[in-house]
């Protein structure tokens, strides 16, 4: 259980330097996106045409929006600070409520395998559906996707080209037997594997949870101890963002 837990803790760290990163880059081309749209309203030549190139961008945005909110439940989920029903849990005595947590984390567990296989299957679908903007007849006359085709094939068609991020994520994807016909859908695969995470760190925590109703009393007060500590900890980090604000409020 602490190899376990160690690593929890690193692919947790990890989650939480994704969620960084993708609401840098969000607000870098939300921020960018309006800068050249402004600059259209003094008729700058180039800054219309580098807004049309920009098409994409809306697109970023909603997935990086989908990317937080999933990255966040499970970083909720890692702090234990998802959503729950905790009033019976306030008044229960210690054993009890611990055997409550177990039986309750458990099944929100099995939910959550059940949404794993429900939004795989949607994104799976999702995965495999190709526009016709992704592909192109190949020299037998069938469809090939766009990423698949020779540059010879390429150049016969005018104003064509391979988006190269977009296939070399397709190619290692596809080592990984796993379809993209559009980065869009591609994007989407944040879905089922946050899920399946949230799934495993519940099923952890309820496997937790019952290792301390079966260790008898020493257990269940290393368990309070332990749950005293972390409450006192988050209990401490608004104080400290506070202080760092007045001290910057000072200078």
């Known amino acids: 259980m602490d190899s376990l837990r160690r690593l929890d803790d690193r692919w947790a760290k990890l989650e939480g330097w994704l969620t960084v990163v993708v609401l840098i880059l969000m607000v ?5 996106a309006a800068g050249v749209r402004n600059l259209t309203r003094f008729d700058v030549g180039w800054a219309n045409a580098l807004l049309n190139d920009m098409d994409w961008a809306d697109s970023l945005l909603r997935k990086g929006t ?9 970083l909720a989920t890692y702090h234990r600070k998802h ?13 009890l409520r611990y055997m409550m947590l177990a039986f309750g984390t458990t099944v929100a567990s099995i939910l959550t395998v059940g949404l794993v296989i429900c939004f795989a299957a949607a994104v799976y679908l999702n995965l495999t559906e190709r526009p016709v903007e992704y592909e192109l007849l190949g020299d037998d006359g069938k469809s090939i996707h766009i990423c698949d085709a020779t540059p010879a094939q390429l150049a016969a068609i005018e104003d064509l080209s391979r988006p190269p991020i977009f296939c070399a994520s397709r190619a290692v994807l596809g080592l990984l037997s796993v379809p993209a016909e559009t980065p869009g859908a591609a994007f989407q695969l944040i879905v089922p594997l946050m899920l399946v995470i949230m799934a495993l760190r519940m099923f952890g925590q309820a496997m937790g949870y019952l290792g301390v109703v079966l260790g008898g009393p020493e257990a269940l007060a290393r368990a309070e101890e332990e749950e005293r500590r972390m409450i006192e900890a ?15 409020r000072n200078i």
């Open 28 to 32: 870098f081309v939300a921020g960018f």
């Open 66 to 74: 989908m990317w937080l909110a999933f990255l966040g439940a499970s």
């Open 83 to 95: 959503i729950n029903i905790d009033m019976l849990l306030r008044i229960a005595p210690t054993r």
């Open 234 to 248: 988050q209990q401490a980090l608004p104080e400290a963002l506070r202080n760092s604000v007045e001290d910057v």
